[in-house]
DNA sequence: CCCCCCCC
């Protein structure tokens, strides 16, 4: 992945090399645990001065210096006030030094972009001086990556690029939002690996004359901190990096050579996109709530942003019977710098204006999985539809309050959720930095274009090839209809009909829709017609987001059978399409428009085209994660539903009321990924996530499989999470299956299971996940 | 002892 390149100074002679730096302690050794050592370096970057205003009121300078010594050990030193005074001038870039006297540190990975542990400070006692005997220090060393990597890493990372400038802007001079005026410039690199960044260059490096930017010259860049920006990624040079025009290097060579033997005529991966489709944040990766869960478990330092489409289900307004505040007054004064208001708490003597701000615990739903989330004002007042303020004018009346909030249940948001971090920590908490109303026409299409992916996908691959070894599996043969094999065999193109299916359940259930119903609904017009959350709700039941797609003979479908496990993506394409396509949803812009009839004939031109090709597409995922067998779906009343009429039904006539769930808020049921969920241990260093994943396909279909990484906060700096020792994981992980009954298969009622790998070298310990 | 990687 990396390469490691090393840029010596020219005149190098034998004497330098024979020099013995055996007197000088090397900078990869030092920890603070090294006493009396010095260190024999050369500068290679040198922050500005900033003054500062410390904790007792005194005022303090500091600058800081990267040191790179013979070894190619690397370190940050940061001067302090005497040590400013008496080596600032002196210390400058390409100088060599010794160095000794000053204090180590625990590095704070925020800060620097070296890999090294440790960090220097210096102040009073601080020795410097300046080393002739130089030439056998590099000039600087670079952990040269290349771009298609740079899309793989886990943001924010901090790389070194060799690329050619196939692009650049002109400087651009602004004032930041706090005041600093600034002086930036963006170019596009591009390297050998086919891929394309932008890359801004802040003022000096900005400044450069647009002729060094022409003629498509290759440049390396160091310390370049690469962000998730828009829907793609972006690098932004960092002051304490570097930048290189044309160098004499291998790497440089080797693009350039790359660009002019038919690169620069070759389509380019482009990693930034700047276009937002709307608002400031990233629009994040377009997901479901599970994936959110199992992001916030490998609590990694991703800055991941994720976009879903799901419904609030519930919002905390009691915790362990106190009643929580959903609000808090805070100040509106405008921050010096910034026009944006402070928002601090304030007491109750408000000395400054306030206004109310939300904060609430909010619990999202989707067709997969419930998840809380923080939610603060600005996403709070996108999930609630309501303002603060609504909410305060009935502080008097606590019941009132919330039954405003318990108002919005249900509502479907298009939010987005982001890991929580905290001084660069990451913790398991994820909040909703936004919520806004679905973009229903975006939406549909999108997902419609996925339905139609999946039905070519599923002609093109062996049809339920997945699907018959899970049923064989995973299904009790004995209570699996008769024909749910028997058709596979010799599919009957004039028989198949395609069955769009709405999962009803109560909203208060654990995982939303257990206790599923199934209803047939009508094909032919291309939508589902239903009745509106209100109405639902009035009913005592909720038409749950988890729709499913069903392609299948009818009589398959009017029997309202537990249908076989299939493919996951069914049940996320599905979740909002048809709600997003409903032309009877409130507030959908294509009621009673023209679009209206134009997305329905978008949603029949799919079923047909799927049903011309006779693919039987069945459920993905059992509709109770309570009962896991095959067979006919109970009803919530133990009887078995009535077959359906295919015909097109009234909208209210078409969902069946569903009595609210018996055991509604019972808090101790797992969530359904716990359900699916296993932990494996003994796993050796040489299995790789993918191993994992593939070792426990062959067992059952598996959706996600992950090692747990060395937390690389607790280690070394390292983005891999790589432990010094060159462990790549800690020897366990977790695997995530599409059915719980793949759980119960492998473990059953014992404590763990132990699975022999392949090539003799052990075992894995399988047990179930706590969590 | 600090800065918190700048902007759209």
């Given at each position: 992945m990396f390469k490691f390149v090393t840029i010596a100074p020219k005149n190098q002679t034998f004497e330098d090399m024979a020099?013995?730096?055996?007197?000088f302690f090397p900078i990869a050794d030092l920890s603070n645990y090294t006493k009396g050592w010095t260190i024999r370096v050369r500068v290679t970057s040198k922050s500005g001065l900033r003054t500062f205003q410390s904790k007792n009121n005194e005022g303090g300078k500091v600058f800081s210096v990267e040191l790179l010594d013979c070894e190619g050990g690397e370190i940050k030193a940061s001067l302090f006030n005497n040590a400013v005074d008496n080596f600032g001038e002196m210390l400058q870039v390409g100088k060599c030094f010794t160095f000794s006297r000053g204090t180590l540190k625990v590095a704070n990975r925020n800060y620097s972009t070296l890999s090294h542990r440790y960090e220097l400070t210096f102040d009073r006692d601080a020795a410097v001086t300046e080393a002739n005997h130089d030439s056998i220090i590099d000039t600087m060393k670079l952990h040269i990556c290349d771009l298609r990597s740079v899309q793989a890493k886990i943001l924010p990372a901090n790389v070194d690029l060799c690329g050619v400038v196939v692009s650049f802007k002109a400087p651009h001079a602004f004032t930041s939002k706090d005041g600093k005026d600034l002086v930036k410039r963006e170019i596009v690199l591009a390297d050998d690996s086919c891929s394309s960044m932008e890359v801004t260059l802040w003022s000096d490096r900005a400044q450069k004359e647009d002729k060094e930017f022409e003629g498509n010259p290759v440049m390396v860049i160091k310390s370049v901190i690469v962000k998730e920006w828009g829907n793609g990624r972006k690098g932004s040079l960092l002051e304490t990096g570097a930048l290189l025009i044309s160098p004499s290097i291998p790497e440089a060579a080797k693009v350039r050579q790359w660009w002019s033997q038919g690169g620069s005529s070759q389509t380019l991966t482009a990693l930034s996109d700047g276009a937002f489709v709307g608002g400031k944040a990233p629009v994040g990766k377009s997901a479901c709530l599970s994936d959110i869960r199992v992001a916030s478990e490998q609590a990694t330092f991703s800055e991941e942003v994720f976009s879903v489409v799901c419904r609030l289900a519930i919002v905390q307004t009691k915790k362990q019977g106190e009643e929580q505040p959903l609000y808090y007054m805070a100040c509106m004064e405008l921050k010096d710098g910034n026009k944006l208001p402070c928002n601090r708490r304030v007491d109750s003597s408000g000395f400054c204006a306030v206004a109310p701000r939300f904060n609430l615990r909010c619990k999202f739903s989707d067709c997969e999985d419930s998840t809380w989330l923080t939610t603060f004002h600005e996403a709070a007042k996108g999930a609630l539809s309501m303002e603060a303020f609504e909410l305060k004018d009935l502080e008097q009346n606590r019941e009132a309050m919330e039954a405003a909030i318990r108002h919005s249940y249900f509502q479907q948001p298009w939010i987005r959720a982001k890991p929580d971090h905290y001084n660069g920590e990451s913790r398991t908490n994820v909040a909703c930095v936004d919520a806004r109303p679905v973009l229903l026409r975006e939406h549909g299409r999108f997902l419609l274009k996925e339905i139609s992916d999946m039905i070519v996908a599923s002609c093109s691959?062996?049809?339920?090839?997945d699907t018959l070894g899970s049923c064989g599996s995973l299904a009790d043969p004995s209570s699996t209809p008769p024909d749910c094999h028997g058709r596979e065999q010799v599919p009957d193109v004039a028989s198949q009909r395609i069955s769009v299916f709405k999962a009803v359940g109560?909203?208060?259930?654990?995982?939303?829709?257990?206790?599923a119903v199934l209803q047939p609904l009508d094909p032919t017009r291309g939508c589902v017609p239903t009745s509106s959350p209100a109405e639902m709700l009035a009913q005592g039941s909720w038409l749950e987001d988890s729709s499913r797609l069903a392609v299948g003979p009818e009589e398959d479908i009017t029997q309202p059978t537990k249908l076989a496990v299939s493919r996951q993506s069914l049940t996320d394409i599905c979740s909002s399409a048809v709600s997003a396509l409903q032309p009877s949803f409130p507030g959908s812009p294509w009621s009673g428009t023209t679009e209206d009839e134009d997305c329905n004939q978008e949603l029949r031109d799919v079923f047909f085209r799927a049903n011309s090709k006779a693919t039987r597409v069945l459920e993905t995922r059992p509709l109770s994660s309570v009962s896991t067998s095959a067979g006919p779906t109970p009803s919530l009343d133990g009887r078995q539903s009535p077959p359906q009429q295919w015909s097109p039904a009234p909208p209210s006539s078409c969902v069946t009321p569903v009595p609210q769930e018996q055991d509604a808020g019972r808090s101790k049921a797992k969530s359904p990924s716990q359900v699916r969920k296993v932990f494996v241990g003994g796993i050796p260093q040489e299995m790789s996530q993918d191993d994992l994943f593939t070792f426990f396909s062959e067992i059952a279909a598996v959706k996600k499989a992950w090692l747990q990484k060395f937390n690389p906060s607790r280690g070394p700096k390292d983005e891999a999470g790589v432990a010094p020792s060159g462990h790549n994981h800690r020897g366990f992980g977790f695997v995530i299956f599409y059915d719980g009954t793949a759980v119960d298969e492998l473990i059953g009622n014992s404590p763990s299971k132990f699975f022999p790998l392949k090539d003799g070298r052990g075992r894995l310990e399988v047990k179930r996940a706590m969590s």
């Open positions: 020099m013995v730096p055996s007197a691959s062996p049809p339920f090839a109560s909203p208060t259930g654990p995982g939303l829709g257990e206790h």
